[in-house]
Each structure stands twice: as structure tokens, then as C-alpha cells.
């Protein structure tokens, strides 16, 4: 059974805190992605990574950044967390090989992040 | 920059079929269009995946016409655990992981 974990569940920060969200993976998959979900605007990336150390920004990069040490984690940071930065935060995974292969992705279960 | 369009909502009874349409322009012409669900407080989960004409699993179907301007979702007999938000996911850019997920269609079964 594939497992993706995210570091919380629940988070509540201050503005101008840096966060860190965490995601962890067991099935060794090259590809792993951030999205951000809100309500009417559906899932949007923020981040994936295709290898250790790389990276390529996705639709709303803004704001964020992400690392990449070792191929079963990606973290997803707010350098300086924002009110509009409150969200459902979901990491997932893919099988590497040629992009236009399956997109077949797993999902952790979300962080719920507030900013106050 | 590829769009999608789906219904926002939709209601259904127990055991009826379920038609959901996803409309997207500006797609990649050998990439899949692929279809996921989510439940409350949990991750989008995949469902189903295709280039063209029509894909059958053991849970859903999956009709593409041959413009690949659109596509439909075909879930048989739905029960109430089918309630749930309906994604389709398109490729911006061929070659590439840059996904374009929908708003979604929530779904609600009635018994």
C-alpha cells in the first residue's frame, strides 16, 4: 500500500513565521509535486521535483520554496507566512520515466494551514 | 495555458448513472486526461486515465471524443459512498508535469 505522509495535519501560525511542511514517501518515486487547494479554485501547484535537488516551480510559486536532500522527502517552506497563505496543502507522488507517462499520483492526506 | 470547465455540482440517486463533463481546451494531443475523486479531509485519490475514445476499469468509464475537447466521466449504479468532488487533470505543456487540475464537481448521491 502506498504511503505518503505529511509532517501535520493541523497547523496554526503567526504571520511572518517560517513554516516548514514536510512530506515523506515509501515507494520510491521519483516525482513528487506541493499543491495548494481552496475552496472554487480547485488544486494548484506550487512546487514539484523530478530528482534529489531539483526543481521546478509550478503555477504559484510565490511565496514558497521547497527542498529536496533525499528522494523520499520534499519540504514545501513559507519563508514568511502570510494570511493569504491559509490553505489545504497536499504533497504527492509519481512514478518517474517520461512526462506524458501515467499521471497517476498519490496523495498524502493535507495539511490544513492557518495563518493568523 | 490549458483551461478546464466541469459542472460544479451535481445530485443523483442511488443506483443511477452518472455522467460528469470536463471541458478543456489547448490540451497536448497524445497526453492523458486523467480523472480523480475526493472524499472530505483526505487526498484526491485516481480514478481513471486516457488519450482517447473510451477507457473501462473496474470502476468508472472514461469517453474521449476524437477532438479531445472534452471528456466524461461515467460512473455505473452510484451509491452513496460515491459523494465526493470529481477532478479531471489535463497537461499545460506537453512533455511536461505541469498539471492543470479543475474546480471540481461535487457530487452528491441520495439514497
Known amino acids: 500500500d502506498v504511503k505518503v505522509t505529511q509532517s501535520s495535519r493541523y497547523l496554526v501560525k503567526r504571520t511572518g513565521e517560517k513554516v516548514f511542511l514536510e512530506c515523506v514517501q515509501d515507494m520510491d518515486h521519483e516525482n513528487m509535486f506541493w499543491y495548494r487547494q481552496d475552496p472554487g479554485l480547485g488544486l494548484r501547484l506550487i512546487y514539484f521535483?523530478?530528482?534529489?535537488?531539483?526543481?521546478e516551480k509550478g503555477d504559484i510559486p510565490e511565496g514558497y520554496s521547497v527542498s529536496r536532500e533525499k528522494k523520499e522527502r520534499f519540504s514545501l517552506i513559507l519563508e514568511s507566512a502570510s494570511t493569504n497563505q491559509t490553505s489545504m496543502y497536499l504533497c504527492?507522488?509519481?512514478?518517474?520515466?517520461?512526462?506524458?507517462?501515467?499521471?497517476?499520483?498519490?496523495f498524502g492526506p493535507g495539511t490544513r494551514l492557518t495563518v493568523t | 495555458l490549458a483551461k478546464t470547465t466541469q459542472p460544479i455540482s451535481m445530485d443523483s440517486y442511488e443506483g443511477q448513472e452518472v455522467n460528469i463533463t470536463c471541458s478543456h481546451n489547448n490540451i497536448a494531443t497524445n497526453d492523458y486526461i486523467t480523472w480523480y475523486q475526493q472524499f472530505p479531509s483526505q487526498g484526491p485519490r485516481f480514478i481513471i486515465q486516457g488519450y482517447k475514445t473510451k477507457v473501462t476499469n473496474e470502476v468508472a468509464s472514461l469517453f474521449i471524443p476524437a477532438d479531445r475537447k472534452s471528456s466524461t466521466l461515467s460512473l455505473p449504479r452510484v451509491s452513496l459512498s460515491d459523494t465526493a468532488v470529481y477532478y479531471c487533470l489535463v497537461v499545460d505543456q506537453p512533455g511536461t508535469y505541469k498539471y492543470i487540475f479543475g474546480t471540481g464537481t461535487r457530487l452528491k448521491v441520495l439514497a
Open positions: 504527492a507522488i509519481q512514478r518517474g520515466g517520461a512526462a506524458g507517462n501515467s499521471y497517476e499520483q498519490y
Open positions: 521535483s523530478y530528482d534529489v535537488k531539483m526543481k
